[in-house]
């Protein structure tokens, strides 16, 4: 079987004769005949009626029709995928994002790349504190998109490009504040379990962020499930701000403004390449995109 005998199949099942195929694809009947008849012989099966003015599918034509539909799709998808590569074009590009980043903000960028280049495949992965950041220096990223510290903007394997900032809020439920209905300090909330999302990086080495001595806590790996249990009375925490502004308009959520502790934290984001990395022309593209993006309408709309 060969998608020679496969397109020749296609076209005179499309069309019900020898020549509408022919002019299809510029093939003589007679070869477009023997064919057909070859792919029978070798499938074991007879594909059309040939009993009437038109060649029409048998039952069994019918179902390999449709086998042969996909296959066909297969094909043009590997032919595609084949040029896209052999043009220098990557196959597959890793975006690694700090959690608590709002990505509505990127989905034009991201959209406009993908209808640019339709086979390379944009993975994105979601990392927590300085998990994305060490994605990318250990190459498992093409690029990151994370919040970072000053020792980090002055590390020279890294070139940087500011997109927006972002706020997370220290939040607790009405449930949990009516246990304290003299809550001045976070002292007052160590037998309170703290809601922590946990690095998925490394190099935190430890470190627990703004985490007091003492203090219960409760491990997490998402900030959906941290919102989830803060919202139950199970805890408190700090969560981005443009998840849970709903929460704070209707009262679920009610921010935390003690003595001793920031109720906010202002991150600024960052997308960052290695240096020495030489981008493909996909990764490239999406680079320069969001230099040339402007992000001011996120920073005003949280």
């Keep these: 079987m060969k998608l020679d005998q496969l397109l020749m199949f296609q076209s005179v099942a499309e069309l019900g004769s020898l020549r509408g195929a022919s ?34 599918l048998t039952q069994s034509g019918r179902i390999l029709y449709q086998h042969a539909l996909r296959v066909l799709n297969e094909a043009t998808s590997l032919q595609n995928m084949a040029r896209h590569i052999s043009s220098g074009n990557e196959p597959s590009i890793t975006l690694a994002t700090e ?29 927590r504190l300085t998990g994305a950041v060490e994605a990318l220096s250990e190459k498992q990223a093409t690029l990151c998109l994370s919040p970072v510290s000053t020792e980090l903007i002055q590390n020279t394997k890294f070139k940087m490009h500011y997109l927006s900032s972002g706020c997370l809020i220290n939040v607790a439920s009405e449930q949990l504040l009516a246990r304290h209905p003299e809550l001045l300090t976070s002292t007052n909330l160590l037998n309170e379990y703290q809601i922590v999302v946990q690095d998925s990086g490394k190099y935190s080495k430890d470190k627990r962020w703004g985490v007091q001595d003492g203090q219960r806590c409760w491990y997490v790996n998402d900030f959906a499930t941290k919102k989830m249990l803060i919202e139950s009375g199970m805890g408190w925490g700090k969560l981005p701000q443009h998840q849970i502004q709903k929460s704070l308009d209707n009262g679920t959520l009610l921010e935390l403004n003690l003595e001793d502790i920031q109720s906010r934290v202002t991150f600024d984001y960052y997308l960052i390449k290695n ?28």
Excluded: M
Excluded at 104 to 125: A, E
């Design 23 to 56: 002019d299809r694809l510029h093939k003589t009947q007679p070869a477009i005949s023997q064919s057909i008849k070859q792919l029978e012989i070798g499938l074991g099966v007879t594909l059309f009626s040939r009993s009437g003015y038109r060649l029409e």
């Design 99 to 127: 959690a608590s980043y709002d990505l509505r903000g990127i989905i034009p960028l991201l959209s406009h790349v993908q209808k640019q280049f339709p086979d390379t495949q944009i993975v994105l992965r979601q990392e």
């Design 275 to 302: 240096k020495d990395q030489i981008l493909g022309p996909v990764a490239q593209t999406l680079w320069d995109q969001f230099e040339a993006y402007s992000f001011n309408h996120i920073e005003s709309s949280g």
